[in-house]
């Protein structure tokens, strides 16, 4: 990989091919033959092969065989990307973040998503990925703790019974619907509608003694539910 004089990263031609192969995959649902595929990227059908395989080896869900057709299951696969130096120390500065102030699993996720991004950089670029003058504050001071519960029932949308104690000491039971979890330097917000409070309230995850995820999914979408609260929310702010 070079660097282009805009600042960009200009990835080898075989590379642009395969990222290329895997976007035209992307724009369909149903199976697509290996001839027209090859036909599109103006390749062989056996350097079509070679490709795919390359891909599937890298991670890439891609699924058929010749004569079958091929298809991109959904999923987290990232290919190689041209970034900017910019959009490197954005990334870099986002990560740190997330390894200083997350909780226990995404702190250390986020130090593996750091040590994949710099071992995918250009030589000359990996010291000056690790130099880059942008940085947190000190990490937190926090209790350590494990939200992997939350962002589960927040993925599955599904219902999570809890004891909360709030900051009076005063507990209660509760069945909510997490939408959302906010990491602050002050603490870790979990959003959710409470179906006692029948509104959206606010949950400080360390205040939560208990929580077991329900086999019962809410009956809203998340993402709805995270549209009507930042609405309210900045009907709130607005006055």
Request: aromatic share 8%; with cysteine; charged share 25%.
């Amino acid at each position: 990989m070079t660097l282009s004089e805009s600042g960009s990263i200009m990835l080898p031609m075989r590379t642009e091919r395969l990222l290329q192969l895997l976007q035209i995959l992307r724009q369909h649902r149903l199976p697509v033959s290996g001839q027209r595929l090859a036909d599109e990227l103006n390749i062989s059908i056996r350097t079509l092969y070679r490709d795919i395989a390359t891909l599937q080896a890298q991670g890439a869900q891609i699924e058929g065989e010749p004569g079958m057709g091929y298809v991109l299951k959904p999923g987290f696969f990232l290919p190689p990307l041209m970034l900017t130096e910019d959009e490197i120390s954005a990334i870099m500065l986002g990560v740190r973040w997330v390894s200083a102030f997350g909780d226990v699993p995404m702190a250390s996720a986020a130090d593996s998503a750091l040590a994949k991004v710099t071992a995918v950089l250009p030589a000359d670029l990996v010291q000056g990925a690790n130099e880059v003058p942008l940085r947190v504050g000190p990490p937190s001071e926090l209790a350590p703790e494990d939200l992997t519960l939350f962002r589960k029932a927040i993925r599955l949308e599904r219902k999570l019974a809890i004891r909360y104690r709030a900051a009076d000491g005063q507990e209660s039971n509760r069945v909510i619907w997490p939408f959302a979890i906010g990491y602050f330097a002050q603490g870790r917000v979990l959003a959710a509608w409470c179906e006692l409070r029948q509104d959206f309230r606010h949950f400080r995850t360390e205040w939560v003694a208990d929580a077991l995820m329900m086999d019962q999914g809410y009956p809203r979408r998340r993402h709805g539910l995270f549209r009507e609260w930042r609405e309210k929310e900045l009907r709130l702010r607005q006055g």
